[in-house]
């Protein structure tokens, strides 16, 4: 089965300023390595659909989704936070990018697709049930894995956030419902400065020091993540997969390479077979530097499609 490859091109219009490193040029650069490197052919394009209010409200309250809708800009930019904001396509996209994971999830889910990567932006797992922070408006992955829990009847998913950052808004949207494992390594201490002494017996929270290369990350991964994923026994697994820990983006300082997040893919991809039947959903979050992203996403993919 194919490797489902989800997209829009309304998340190239979202901008928050030429200075922003959350920039269109991030889904660029994916692209264009997806081409370089050989893979864009072998996988199966989909664009992504505006999400529905009744996937969003899942996962965000509804004066929240009422708040984003209404901050919307005619033209420039508004603030939703002091690092994310708004453009006249930012709403739009923020949509596209939710209804982008939720389809992901229909696709493996219907068997259309082995696995999916969702390549779209505003990223998520940062966004709260009531709250835009650090790039993030909808939080995307959250509302893939409700989707997976309410609309196809799982009753238990794993989320595994390999960002730098700690990925706060997926803890707050789920710490209180056991279905959805969420294990998260970061770099702490660090934005966004919590994620320490949260864990709970669903909630798996790995913080890692600065300077973190591939050899520490792997063993800590192995050792605290890799049996709380297996006893949990997810029926689809999801990434939060961000690349800013690779040790050329300098939002961070983790000294991650490709083979670790080829690394990575592999383990949960292990996972997924054993007891999820490969369901496996990969959706986009941060990674700053444009050649080691590109790179990056594209081992990831590669090893998804088992290329
Ligand atoms: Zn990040």
Redesign the pocket.
Known sequence: MHTAYITHPECLKHNMGDWHPESPLRLRAIDDRLHAAHLFDYLAHHEAPLVHRSQLLRVHDAAYIDFVEASSPYDGTRALDPDTSMNPHTLDAAYHAAGGAVVAVDLVMSKWAGNAFVACRP?G??ATRNQAM??CIFNNVAVAAAHALEAHGLERVAIVDF???HGNGTEDIFRDDARVMLCSTFQHPFYPHCGADTASEHIVNVPLPAGTTGPAYREAFTQRIMPRLEAHRPQMLFFSA?F??HREDD??QFGLVEADYVWITEQVMGVAARHAEERIVSVL???YDLSSLGRSVAAHIKTLADL
Do not use: I, T
């Open positions: 990223p797992h940062h650090g790039f960002d730098v950052h961000g800013d820990g939002m961070a979050e941060g990674g």
